[in-house]
T-cell receptor, first 114, second 116 residues
Framework: DVKVTQSSRYLVKRTGEKVFLECVQD?????MFWYRQDPGLGLRLIYF???????EKGDIPEGYSVSREKKERFSLILESASTNQTSMYLC?????????????FGDGTRLSIL | GDSVTQMEGPVTLSEEACLTI???????????LFWYVQYPGEGLQLLLK?????DKGSNKGFEATYRKETTSFHLEKGSVQVSDSAVYFC???????????????FGQGTILTVHP
């Protein structure tokens, strides 16, 4: 089974801090994704990476950046955390291929910015 | 752009009742369609998928049929259990002439609660 591991289940940070969320997958997947999940809004794509060192903006990239130095690891960075970034963050990975290849999700990080 | 619309929730049912969660989509090209489920405190899990028109995805007693003429992918189950209580997401995947990075567009999610 595919395992997508997010480094923290719960995280509390202060406004203005630089925050790192880490995600690791063990299935040699090419594609990786970061989403945020908010009630009533579903999941919204922040950034994705289709291969090592490659990244593309998603629908809501403002205030975030990402890093993919190794194939198995995809990091989400909040450059200067703000209270409106309090949310559930979900990482996913997927094998490159046809559009019916599913994404596999981690358990999420619930981030609170005070 | 692509979009997915799910029926408003939450949905509350008694055990053994029938379930339908409506999902309609707008997309260019020929997307793949998915239903994901999120149990409390967990990430999303793939429930079922369909790749082309008239395909039926099924898993754990749930079914959904890819209807291109009505641009719909409604989720159905004949008899729900308490353990089916979760949030259900409909999603479509991008497709660009043979290349897909697998970007998903999600509906807003439907909360299902099943009582004994």
């Amino acid at each position: 089974d595919v395992k997508v591991t997010q480094s923290s289940r719960y995280l509390v940070k202060r406004t203005g801090e630089k925050v790192f969320l880490e995600c690791v997958q063990d299935m040699d997947h090419e594609n990786m994704f970061w989403y945020r999940q908010d009630p009533g809004l579903g999941l919204r794509l922040i950034y994705f990476s289709y291969d090592v060192k490659m990244k593309e903006k998603g629908d809501i990239p403002e205030g975030y950046s990402v890093s993919r130095e190794k194939k198995e690891r995809f990091s989400l960075i909040l450059e200067s955390a703000s209270t409106n970034q309090t949310s559930m963050y979900l990482c996913a990975s997927r094998r490159q291929g046809q559009s019916n290849q599913p994404q596999h999700f981690g358990d999420g990080t619930r981030l609170s910015i005070l | 752009g692509d979009s997915v619309t799910q029926m408003e929730g939450p949905v509350t049912l008694s055990e053994e009742a029938c379930l339908t969660i409506n999902c309609t989509y707008t997309a260019t090209g020929y997307p793949s369609l998915f239903w994901y489920v999120q149990y409390p405190g967990e990430g999303l899990q793939l429930l079922l998928k369909a790749t082309k028109a008239d395909d039926k995805g099924s898993n754990k007693g749930f079914e959904a049929t890819y209807r291109k003429e009505t641009t719909s992918f409604h989720l159905e189950k004949g008899s729900v259990q308490v353990s089916d209580s979760a949030v259900y997401f409909c999603a479509l995947s991008d497709f660009f002439g043979g290349t897909s990075y697998g970007k998903l567009t999600f509906g807003q999610g439907t909360i299902l609660t099943v009582h004994p």
